[in-house]
């Protein structure tokens, strides 16, 4: 995979992280009774309100942000490395909790969970893949072939 495609991976997880970090640190109850869209209910599902647990979630998600950012304003095969291990590490846990625990939800929120839990789960594992080399770029500007 191109270094620049695994680029735009990480930002896209930096964009992510970003929106649940910030909700959940600064606006816990909001997060807790609305995510991931008003009308929607994944986290409240879950259990009672506890303040500590959900800004520690933003709190994990804004270090989730950091080291996205820097790979994504450090474009190297071992910050992409590095990025998608810790995503890994909290994403593979996370994901198999949630399949485990989708009986309270309608079916358009289970499809939804599966998707956006696993789809990180896919994301982080791409920036694990080998960095294509560049393409090396003739006198003329072209790409050798």
Do not use: C
Not at 34 to 44: D, T
Not at 105 to 133: E, F, H, Q, S, W
């Amino acid at each position: 995979m191109k270094l620049r495609t695994k680029r735009l991976l990480a930002a896209v997880m930096a964009v992510v992280a970003a929106g649940i970090g910030v909700w959940a640190q600064f606006a816990p109850h909001s997060f807790y009774t609305s995510f991931p869209l008003p009308g929607r209910h994944w986290v409240s599902a879950l259990g009672p309100y506890n303040e500590h647990m959900t800004r520690d979630t933003g709190g994990l998600f804004l270090s989730m942000l950091l080291v996205s950012t820097w790979a994504t304003a450090r474009p190297r095969t071992e910050t992409m490395r590095l990025a998608g291990a810790a995503w890994l590490v909290f994403s593979i846990p996370h994901f198999v909790f949630h399949m485990l625990h989708l009986d309270m939800y309608d079916t358009v929120d289970k499809i939804a969970n599966i998707i956006a839990l696993g789809g990180m789960v896919v994301l982080a594992a791409l920036l694990l893949l080998p960095t294509r080399p560049a393409m090396p770029v003739s006198v003329n500007g072209e790409g050798k072939t």
